[in-house]
């Protein structure tokens, strides 16, 4: 259609809905990034947990599996709950939560005061991300929707660079409250933002019973959260001890700790900015597939990392597929059932959350009777399971979409 036959209103109109959008999506992206830093702050800070408050790397792991616990639970179950509540007072209000909650755990006196607040702190990340993706579909075209779910998923990728290094480095200089502090200060300014940004209104329609037994009931819906799951749970497995393994193993200092999480994230940046220019056209069934492979081989690589520089080098395909694997499964199943998305991000949510949980669990039992140097097999063991269960979901797509 030309100009001379759009009238001009409509294209003033179309004009403004794709720069708003546009602005919505920074937004999103700029929160995800600041609930992935928080949520990722633990991992980064450790050490320093550990001797600071004198519990246990595995004691102080529990942070991460309690934390993992109820995003797991409450992902579901909180988009059942909001699911009437206008949108942009809902992620507002959910960023507020998570700076006080860290403000909270950054005042914590000791150990049984911080995994409670841990606890209650991680109850945005399970409304945020998978409310945000959910709610795209109302505010770009069914055409565009894989790239804007996977844009907006950069900013967990951003965290890994920026602030899971940041975490690191800030805990490592000045205490692990430090840290936690910035976190609080940082979801503030995300929730000004998401509050200026967002438009009134934004109410996707909300899931019956029916729509939830018809996603629990979907075998490709299901294999795919089973998918999500197998391969959070063989991440975290190592990954929630990076810090002490490479303190063990290599005598890393804060400052080389700092910098290998960032060259790990700068990866996994590349990894999903890649991802959201290709998605579209390679399919989201082989891009997913693709990402826990690359995965996988880092894995298997593992014990190659004799020195942080090989470290950093057998890294690099884990960090590539890391996060781009997640915009890639969140793509997949609104893909697969555009009018159950709502239900089957959260549940995807929580199953991320859950093999999080999982896997910092299953890796704190192996440290406690000496078997750091296992956990890349047993986490390699799970990324292979997770191909699988792709693989099953793809058949079941096909022989019987959602």
């Known amino acids: 259609m030309t100009d001379e036959t759009c009238p001009a209103g409509a294209a003033d109109h179309s004009s ?16 995800n990034f600041v609930i992935g830093t928080g949520v990722m702050v633990v991992p980064g800070t450790l050490n320093e947990i550990s001797s600071s408050l004198a519990v246990s790397v595995a004691t102080a792991a529990q942070l991460i599996s309690a934390g ?3 995003m797991c639970f409450g992902a579901p179950s909180f988009a059942a709950l909001v699911a009437g509540w206008d949108r942009r007072r809902l992620l507002t209000l959910s960023m507020v939560w998570y700076a006080l909650a860290h403000f909270a755990c950054a005042l914590a006196p000791d150990f049984a005061w911080l995994l409670p607040l841990r606890v ?39 965290a890994s660079v920026l602030g899971m290094p940041m975490s690191a480095l800030v805990g490592g200089w000045f205490g692990w409250r430090s840290a936690f502090a910035i976190v609080g200060v940082l979801s503030l300014a995300s929730a000004a933002w998401v509050w200026r940004a967002m438009p009134d209104g934004v109410k996707p329609p909300p899931l019956s019973l029916a729509a939830w037994k018809q996603t629990f009931r ?14 959070a749970a063989g991440q975290f497995v190592q990954f929630s001890y990076f810090a002490p393994y490479f303190k063990q193993k290599l005598d890393t200092t804060p400052t080389q700790l700092g910098m290998y999480f960032m060259w790990f994230g700068a990866f996994g940046l590349l990894g999903n900015l890649v991802m959201s220019r290709t998605i579209d056209r390679v399919g989201v069934e082989r891009s997913v597939m693709i990402c826990i492979g690359l995965m996988a081989t880092s894995l298997l690589l593992f014990p190659l990392g ?28 609104v893909a697969l059932a555009p009018s159950l998305a709502a239900a089957s991000v959260a549940l995807n949510s929580s199953a991320m959350y859950a093999g999080q949980g999982l896997g910092a669990a299953a ?4 440290i406690l009777r000496g078997g750091m140097d296992s956990l890349h097999w047993v986490a390699f063991a799970g990324l292979l399971a997770a191909m699988a269960a792709s693989a099953l979901a793809t058949h079941y797509a096909r022989r019987r979409p959602a």
Do not use: D
């Open 16 to 31: 403004s809905s794709a720069a708003g959008a546009k602005h919505v999506l920074w937004a999103m992206l700029a929160g």
């Open 68 to 70: 993992a616990l109820l």
């Open 363 to 366: 890796g704190g039992w192996m």
């Open 218 to 231: 979907s075998p490709a819906l299901m294999a795919c959260v089973a998918v999500t799951a197998l391969y």
């Open 306 to 333: 004799t020195t942080l520089a090989l470290a950093a080098l057998v890294s690099v395909p884990w960090a590539l597929g890391c996060f781009s694997s997640n915009s890639a499964q969140q793509a997949r199943l």
């Open 120 to 158: 209650l702190a991680l109850v945005p990340p399970a409304i945020f991300t998978p409310q945000a993706a959910s709610c795209l579909g109302l505010l770009v075209p069914p055409e565009q929707r894989g790239r804007a779910i996977t844009f907006i998923f950069l900013g967990w990728s951003l």
